[in-house]
């Protein structure tokens, strides 16, 4: 019998070295948390004889209180006893799920003999808990069992991504391909949901954009042809906000006139806002004032009644800044402002996700996503507008004033994203699918 130790950062990798290093006939022998990751002992040539010799756990005696009264050693037995067989059928459960789930997809099972696997592990979790929380032995079994259960829920979507593969394989190709085209999982498996059951290979080249293209959400906005008013650009550092006020201003100022037009800069934080806000001022031959405050905002708002286009340029503030809060108040105390919160293409899909989120509380009527150029993939920017519903206005693909601008178009957005992904020959790995689409296991007690 071979014996080997693996250490990972999490399950999933651990149990990806096994099935690499040791393929589908390995054995999950023990599984433990370290302040580095999880370790899992496997092995080849499985023999359970010999795996009680060496100490692997199983079946392993648990402490006794020699001194103890009669009764304090009946219910220490009884502990004593449950711990075993709770370990006993921990090892059977991990055993079976390894000779299941690291088959691959080959003859896997079916689902309900991974429904069965699951529940025979909750059964366990359940024994293992019925002793007091402060038994040590007992919370090292469950310490053994989360780690079990963690690796269960791994196996368990391969198991449920390797029968979808098999059973819906143009599903299964779209979900793929959404993957591949930075779309993230929850999106990907609504968007898919509306596919038809019956359709056919050329339809599912074809079908999934067009499906993406219905969930973006545009305004139609133009400030070329519609009334202007008081816009605030809001959003994290680096974004683009004060470039992309010059490139709307400076269409606006082409349209209507510099006369008509004026910046107002918020920004009180960051060194030389102000400063760039100006130049863009002198260039254009617009005038440029300072709001400090809510009350300067709204002074300064008086003075441009009758302008037709306005744009405010704020600070970049992430979500955890206690001072976006003070923002928040400065432009919810003008009722006539409209808000567009401005997403950077070219960040991860969690950091739009989260920029959302927190700017959520001031309810920005639209979005401008910018930064098209520099962004490899962007499934991830459109996975966010498309969960939170959040409509664009705009999108902008340079730093050219005011060229590299235009009114965003969801059928263009899709197309770029095919675009991208044209560059790229990388596939997803089988085990980030199994993550995103596989099923979970039933819920554990």
């Not at 079976?96 to 003999?113: D, E, W």
Request: with cysteine; net charge neutral; glycine share 8%.
């Amino acid at each position: 019998m071979k014996i080997k130790r693996f250490v990972a950062p999490d399950m999933r990798q651990a149990m990806r070295q096994v099935r690499d290093e040791q393929g589908p006939d390995a054995v999950i022998l023990s599984t433990r948390r370290m302040d580095d990751g999880i370790e899992i002992i496997a092995a080849l040539d499985y023999d359970e004889a010999l795996v009680r010799e060496a100490g692997f756990g199983i079946d392993a005696p648990a402490p006794k209180r020699e001194e103890a009264p009669i009764r304090a050693q009946r219910d220490e037995a009884e502990r004593a006893a449950r711990i075993d067989q709770a370990r006993a059928a921990t090892a059977a459960a991990v055993e079976r799920a390894a000779k299941a789930g690291l088959a691959g997809t080959g003859n896997a099972p079916q689902r309900q003999s991974s429904a069965a696997l699951a529940a025979s592990v909750a059964d366990v979790v359940r024994a293992a808990t019925v002793a007091p929380a402060n038994d040590a032995a007992v919370n090292g079994v469950r310490a053994e069992i989360n780690n079990l259960r963690e690796m269960l829920e791994v196996q368990l979507s391969t198991l449920a991504w390797n029968q979808m593969d098999r059973d819906q394989p143009l599903r299964a190709r779209v979900l793929r391909e959404m993957t591949r085209l930075g779309i993230d999982g929850d999106v990907a498996r609504s968007l898919s949901a509306e596919l038809p059951p019956g359709m056919t290979a050329e339809q599912a080249r074809y079908l999934p954009l067009g499906i993406l293209s219905r969930h973006i959400r545009t305004s139609g906005r133009n400030f070329d042809t519609v009334g202007g008013g008081v816009t605030a650009l809001v959003g994290t550092t680096g974004v683009g906000k004060t470039t992309t006020i010059a490139k709307l201003a400076a269409r606006a100022v082409l349209r209507h006139g510099a006369s008509n037009v004026a910046l107002i800069s918020a920004d009180q934080y960051r060194i030389g806002a102000g400063a760039q806000l100006e130049h863009y001022g002198r260039l254009l031959g617009v005038r440029v004032f300072n709001a400090h405050d809510a009350t300067s905002l709204r002074n300064v708002l008086l003075q441009l009644r009758g302008r037709h286009t306005v744009l405010v340029d704020t600070a970049g503030l992430a979500g955890n800044d206690p001072k976006l809060q003070q923002q928040f108040e400065t432009l919810r105390a003008t009722s006539d402002v409209r808000v567009c919160l401005v997403l950077a293409a070219n960040a991860q899909a969690q950091a739009i996700d989260n920029a959302i989120r927190a700017y959520a509380p001031l309810a920005p009527q639209s979005a401008i996503l910018t930064k098209l150029d520099e962004a490899p993939l962007i499934g991830g920017a459109l996975s966010a507008v498309i969960r939170h519903g959040m409509p664009l206005d705009y999108t902008t693909d340079g730093q050219r004033v005011p060229e590299d601008i235009a009114t965003a178009d969801a059928r263009k957005l899709v197309c770029l994203a095919a675009q991208l992904l044209k560059q790229r020959n990388d596939e997803p790995d089988d085990a980030v699918l199994a993550e995103r689409f596989g099923l979970s296991p039933p819920a554990m007690a």
